[in-house]
């Protein structure tokens, strides 16, 4: 403990002394990787139940986003640990289960809504903690809007299966 204390203690100050994140805003990505790594594997589990004839369009498009939720993984991953001098979470937000398709789609679009709700928060974070990142907010800005952009692309399709306007 206190070893690992002091590795991230000099990571900090010596190596990535000149960006200070808050306990606060790194809190809230080490959480967002936890649900990163629960959304990659409720899609795929859930992907795995789909069936019917007109199956394979659906389970492609879970495969599809689970996929960008690996992608996300790496990105947080990367400015946990690049960026804010952090070591990634290993841990899994709760699974859900769903048992038909449209259970399916409705779980996982409350789950990109809320998604999206928490990256906009951790955008409004990064923007107060501005100048205490003078090298990592541009690209954590750049990386949270990205996912943002993407999990909104994930809502869109998901409407679009259950039929549901805009
Ligand atoms: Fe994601
Ligand atoms: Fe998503």
Redesign the pocket.
């Known amino acids: 403990m206190l070893l690992a204390i002091s590795i991230q203690y000099i990571r900090r100050v010596i190596l990535l002394g000149d960006n200070k994140p808050s306990k606060k805003i790194v809190e809230m990505i080490q959480a967002a990787l936890t649900?990163?790594h629960q959304?990659n594997i409720q899609y795929l589990s859930h992907a795995e139940i789909v069936d019917g004839f007109d199956s394979e369009p659906i389970i492609a498009k879970l495969k599809e986003i689970a996929d960008?939720?690996k992608g996300?993984q790496a990105k947080l991953r990367e400015l946990l640990g690049d960026y804010l001098g952090e070591v990634p979470t290993m841990e899994i937000a709760k699974t859900k289960k769903a048992g038909s398709v449209k259970e399916i789609l409705e779980t996982n679009l409350v789950d990109e809504k809320q998604?999206v709700k928490d990256y906009t928060a951790v955008m409004e974070q990064l923007k107060a903690e501005k100048a205490e990142l003078p090298y990592a907010f541009l690209t954590a800005e750049h990386t949270i809007r990205h996912?943002i952009m993407?999990?909104c692309e994930?809502i869109a399709e998901l409407k679009k299966l259950l039929a549901v306007k805009p």
């Open positions: 649900t990163e959304a960008d939720e996300h998604a996912i993407d999990e994930h």
